[in-house]
């Protein structure tokens, strides 16, 4: 499974920093990562358990639709582009 990107998150909600956020001009949920503690809270409130914690950054981490590769890029995100049966679609 993947983001679902709610339109209430309940992992930005439960959020003590701020960190999780949901970008309300293109309904993208997202993670400024420099703000993440790493406590877990949005891990533990996603009803899709998508999220995870990246070892590298010491951040929690989720799919944003590849917004700072792909799609500012002008391009579709990873998944979409990769598909082999052409089965994902992105956008409207």
Do not use: M, W
């Not at 998944?79 to 994902?88: D, G, H, I, Q, W």
């Amino acid at each position: 499974e993947s983001c679902q990107h709610c339109d209430n998150p309940p992992c930005v909600y439960v959020c003590p920093t701020g960190a999780a956020y949901k970008d309300e001009s293109t309904g993208i949920v997202d993670v400024h990562k420099e703000r993440c503690v790493g406590c877990g809270y949005c891990l533990a409130a996603c009803p899709y358990q998508v999220r995870f914690f990246n070892p590298v950054d010491h951040s929690a981490d989720k799919c944003n639709f590849c917004r700072d590769t792909n799609l500012a890029q002008g391009k579709q995100p990873a998944c979409v582009e990769s598909c082999p049966t052409k089965a994902l679609i992105f956008g409207d």
